[in-house]
């Protein structure tokens, strides 16, 4: 006679222990999952902030690197071609100066190396209360308003906090919050030796960092081309 045997299985409380490990495993699968993908987005955030930043700032040290002034100026002008004119503010300094920095990008344009480079504030109009910092190059040099010169304009820093330019007198080895290549008193036909460039701004966590960078201005000198006869 045959004896059977019970066949050996599992007890409810057994499969129900298995389904919460299992359960658990799950959810700190997917926990770490979700973490290392938003930690990948924040280090992408910072890495596309920090690109921003270095190209921003490299931008602005390579035109003032090349400012220039230049003596073959009309004397009556009021509005003359080279100027440096910075004045410092309580967010973002009004910045205005003639440089050599310009870019031709195409063989016979009407374009010179020569433009007039300016850094203003513009509000965000996709985001309320964001300043962004624009730069604004005229297409060419002229005894005109400023504002009614054509010009491109390009978006430097989005969301900026405040700047702060200071620009380093070697006259009397000081440095100063403001410089006026235009006024009698100011500094007519000189430039600064070097500029200091420090920018508060806020990263994807919202909190205010500082940068600074320094230029030199490689030109201190008006320019004076004669033609000998």
Same mark, same amino acid.
């Given at each position: 006679? /045959? !004896?059977?045997?019970?066949? $050996?299985?599992?007890?409810?409380?057994? +499969?129900?222990?298995? =389904? &919460?490990?299992?359960?658990?495993?799950?959810?700190?699968?997917?926990?770490?999952?979700?973490?290392?993908?938003?930690?990948?987005?924040?280090?992408?955030?910072?890495?596309?902030?920090?690109?921003?930043?270095?190209?921003?700032?490299?931008?602005?040290?390579?035109?003032?690197?090349?400012?220039?002034?230049?003596?073959?100026?009309?004397?009556?002008?009021?509005?003359?071609?080279?100027?440096?004119?910075?004045?410092?503010?309580?967010?973002?300094?009004?910045?205005?100066?003639?440089?050599?920095?310009? /870019? !031709?990008?195409?063989?016979? $344009?009407?374009?010179?190396?020569?433009? +007039?480079?300016?850094? =203003? &504030?513009?509000?965000?109009?996709?985001?309320?209360?964001?300043?962004?910092?624009?730069?604004?190059?005229?297409?060419?040099?002229?005894?005109?308003?400023?504002?009614?010169?054509?010009?491109?304009?390009?978006?430097?820093?989005?969301?900026?906090?405040?700047?702060?330019?200071?620009?380093?007198?070697?006259?009397?080895?000081?440095?100063?919050?403001?410089?006026?290549?235009?006024?009698?008193?100011?500094?007519?036909?000189?430039?600064?030796?070097?500029?200091?460039?420090?920018?508060?701004?806020?990263?994807?966590?919202?909190?205010?960092?500082?940068?600074?960078?320094?230029?030199?201005?490689?030109?201190?000198? &008006?320019?004076?081309?004669?033609?000998?006869?």
């Amino acid at each position: 006679m /045959r !004896v059977r045997h019970p066949q $050996a299985g599992m007890t409810l409380l057994e +499969v129900m222990i298995a =389904v &919460a490990i299992l359960v658990i495993m799950m959810t700190l699968a997917w926990k770490t999952i979700a973490n290392t993908s938003e930690s990948k987005k924040v280090f992408e955030k910072y890495e596309e902030r920090n690109h921003e930043l270095r190209m921003a700032l490299g931008r602005i040290v390579r035109d003032f690197e090349s400012a220039y002034l230049s003596k073959n100026e009309d004397p009556n002008a009021t509005n003359p071609r080279t100027m440096f004119i910075a004045k410092s503010s309580f967010k973002l300094p009004d910045v205005r100066f003639s440089t050599l920095d310009h /870019r !031709v990008l195409w063989a016979d $344009a009407n374009e010179s190396e020569q433009t +007039v480079i300016s850094y =203003v &504030a513009h509000d965000d109009p996709a985001h309320a209360g964001v300043v962004d910092w624009v730069r604004r190059e005229q297409r060419r040099l002229s005894n005109e308003l400023p504002d009614i010169e054509p010009a491109e304009y390009d978006v430097l820093i989005h969301d900026i906090v405040s700047a702060k330019l200071e620009f380093f007198n070697w006259k009397t080895t000081e440095w100063q919050d403001t410089w006026n290549t235009m006024q009698a008193d100011g500094q007519r036909g000189w430039l600064p030796s070097r500029v200091r460039i420090t920018i508060t701004t806020k990263g994807p966590d919202d909190k205010e960092y500082k940068l600074m960078t320094e230029a030199r201005i490689w030109m201190q000198e &008006a320019l004076n081309f004669t033609i000998s006869g």
